[in-house]
């Protein structure tokens, strides 16, 4: 399998942004007010203080492969999960385990079946491959439209369907009953791939886990990227019955560095302490930026993750550009909401500068 990275996806980041944004807020940067990076939806705060401790200790075994550490890791997270050993397959980021899944689930034939918008990984991915994707449009909540879905996915013969909850890049839910509906009426040679990069912020919605234990078709790929702030350590995972596992298993090419695997396992290990201040800090930070927006004038999408997907009515690409030259790297452009600017949750003081920002942007 090909490493295809975010950055590396033909029209991911269009040329314009590229060239025009970045070098906009790279010239700010330049100029000493450092660019505040609330464009993807990374977490300011980095990875855990027990994780990077364990890490460096780490670093000096580094002459060992990194095995046992990602075992370690897998037997811990399937253990906090009651799944089953084998169960659980750690990747480099769960960008592994979605490629995974696409090399193995879809094929020239089985299209693979998304949202839109949606996080581009699965069907970027398919396009690179030769393999056909199908976008079936939010519902007017911005849930996934499982009933159309499922339908397609019966008509176009699918191999996958992908279900991001949250969503990126609208922050919306899909309501775990539709999500269960949809694993029960697809085809019976069908997966149902549910991304939870995002659902260690809204806990409340439930996980996708629980099919899994039911016996159904369904991969969970979670992430450390996001709440645990380890984007740049690779860690992800996904989650099936031990059969899917085993045929996804061998599309991995990057797995986990050990000194990663070794900080992960040790920041799950006090998740009970961790998760709920981290979340409890994004909330107030997002709820804030929410409540000033609303003053505002402006209206969004209810968030259920660390971003929010602000209605702006009107183009969002000149916007993105006078963000930039303010020195502020807001996300990119998701069509077909071209309206629409999707914010990450930063720290207070960056989403002080966001909010500087926006009042002359809007002015
Ligand atoms: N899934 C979703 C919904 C994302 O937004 C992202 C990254 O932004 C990823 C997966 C990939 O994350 P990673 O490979 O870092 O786990």
Redesign the pocket.
Known sequence: MALVT?RGFAGFWPAAVIGGEFALARAARGAGEPMVAID??ENPDGPPEIALKVMRESLALGGRYHGEATEDLETELGRALGLKPGEVLAG?????I?HAAIDVFTSATRPVVVSNP??E?CPELARALGRPSEKVPLTPTYAADVEKMAAVARVKKAGLVYL?NP??PTGSATPQDRIKWLSENLPADCVLLV?E??LDFSPQLGSAVGLIKAGRNVVV?R????IWGM?GL???YGCARTEYINKMAPFRDMVVNMASARGALAAVKNSGTILPQRRAKMTKLRGDVCAWLHGKGFDYIEPYGNFVMIKIKKPVRPVIQAFASKGVAVGRPFPPYEDMLRVTIGTEHEMDRFRAAFTQVFS
């Open positions: 975010r993807s939806n480099a980021g769960s960008s592994e979605l949606t996080y990984a991001c969503n990126n991304d990069a995002y790929a992430t450390f990227s996001k984007a690779r860690v992800g």
